[in-house]
Every structure is written in structure tokens, then in C-alpha cells.
T-cell receptor, first 112, second 112 residues
Framework: SQQGEEDPQALSIQEGENATMNCSYKTSINNLQWYRQNSGRGLVHLILIRSNEREKHSGRLRVTLDTSKKSSSLLITASRAADTASYFCATAISGGYQKVTFGTGTKLQVIP | KAGVTQTPRYLIKTRGQQVTLSCSPISGHRSVSWYQQTPGQGLQFLFEYFSETQRNKGNFPGRFSGRQFSNSRSEMNVSTLELGDSALYLC???????????FGPGTRLLVL
């Protein structure tokens, strides 16, 4: 079963608008990662936030993490057509292992 | 540094055959993970190797196996292929689990 569930499943916005995606998970985590996938290709890592962090920024990306609610959000500001992709959250549990579980993904379409 | 490479990129097999996929991680990365991605099941964790040892395994039948060599290159094998094995198989490497994973472009397997 999926550890993470993204919401919404699909999102369509106009270029220049902000896009927000949410991720909920079930168990305690070591870190949470967001990835982007363009049209059935490999995943590209966007940002990693650790369980003791609440917010992280990278360029136009802002990620928040609320461990009490077991949820995270990814905000993309001033979206561009090139941001059109599927976005996945992935949770890593503690233990030094690479046991990462991916969510179901959000398909973002940015209309020029 | 060169990224994660996967070979072959595309593969067509028939039911009952077996297949071997190869993954070369980023130089210096000792952790290699494999994922299966299908439209219906999303991204599913197959297994993770670290220093030639399988440390984690997902919920897949024994037909799915893998190994890692001393140079960290990894192979996964699927025996007695079924139609449902048609998928994009992604390999990812990381330096220190469970940190950021770097994904290869994937191998798209079609089973007829």
C-alpha cells in the first residue's frame, strides 16, 4: 500500500499562478522528499525536508512539513509551462535504510 | 559526474520469458534501489542494495530478484514474465540512505 497520498490527483492552472500540492502519510518518517516526473521519464529530486524541519525553500519551491498531522505541502510559485509534470512525495523511514515509499502523485498542468 | 544509467531503455518480451535489467549508479553511490511504475499501481518499491547486500525488499513475488556487484552496479531479473509485468522500471542511487535518490531514465518493459 502507498505510504503517501497526494492531493489533488490532478491540478490545472494558468501560467504565473501558484500551485499547491499536499501529501499525507501514515507512519513516522526520517525525511520526506518531493520529486518531479516528466511524461513517464525518470524522477528528478526537488527537495528533501527532514522530520525536525518545518519549512524549506528552493528557488520557486516551498515545502512545509507538519509531523503532528503527518502531512506536507509543496508550493510552486509563479508557475511556468515547463512545470507541467507529475509530482510525487516520498517518505523515508528511520533505520539507515533506503526504504522510500512514494505517494500516488499529483499531475500538474500549467497552461501557457 | 555522470548520472544514473539504465540499460536497455526499451524491451519487448513475451510471456514466460525472463529479462535482466542493468543499472549503473552515480560514481561513489553505494545504495541502489529499484522501483516498478505502472499506471494502476503507481511507483512500487522493489528492493534496495547496499554494498552488495539486499537490505530491503518490497512486496513482489520471488520472480523478481536482483543483485549488486562490487562496483555498485546492479541488475534486476524477472523470470517467467507475465503481462502484468509490463511497466517502467526505475533505478535510483544514493550516497547515504535514506537521503536523496538520483533516478535513471528507466527501462520500459512490454510483455506480450
Amino acid at each position: 500500500s502507498q505510504q503517501g497520498e497526494e492531493d489533488p490527483q490532478a491540478l490545472s492552472i494558468q501560467e504565473g499562478e501558484n500551485a499547491t500540492m499536499n501529501c499525507s502519510y501514515k507512519t513516522s518518517i526520517n525525511n520526506l522528499q518531493w520529486y518531479r516526473q516528466n511524461s513517464g521519464r525518470g524522477l528528478v529530486h526537488l527537495i528533501l525536508i527532514r522530520s525536525n524541519e518545518r519549512e524549506k525553500h528552493s528557488g520557486r519551491l516551498r515545502v512545509t512539513l507538519d509531523t503532528s498531522k503527518k502531512s506536507s505541502s509543496l508550493l510552486i510559485t509563479a508557475s511556468r509551462a515547463a512545470d507541467t509534470a507529475s509530482y510525487f512525495c516520498a517518505t523515508a523511514i528511520s533505520g539507515g535504510y533506503q526504504k522510500v515509499t512514494f505517494g500516488t502523485g499529483t499531475k500538474l498542468q500549467v497552461i501557457p | 559526474k555522470a548520472g544514473v544509467t539504465q540499460t536497455p531503455r526499451y524491451l519487448i518480451k513475451t510471456r514466460g520469458q525472463q529479462v535482466t535489467l542493468s543499472c549503473s549508479p552515480i560514481s561513489g553511490h553505494r545504495s541502489v534501489s529499484w522501483y516498478q511504475q505502472t499506471p494502476g499501481q503507481g511507483l512500487q518499491f522493489l528492493f534496495e542494495y547496499f554494498s552488495e547486500t539486499q537490505r530491503n525488499k518490497g512486496n513482489f513475488p520471488g520472480r523478481f530478484s536482483g543483485r549488486q556487484f562490487s562496483n555498485s552496479r546492479s541488475e534486476m531479473n524477472v523470470s517467467t514474465l507475465e503481462l502484468g509485468d509490463s511497466a517502467l522500471y526505475l533505478c535510483a542511487s544514493s550516497l547515504v540512505p535514506p537521503e536523496t535518490q538520483y533516478f535513471g531514465p528507466g527501462t520500459r518493459l512490454l510483455v506480450l
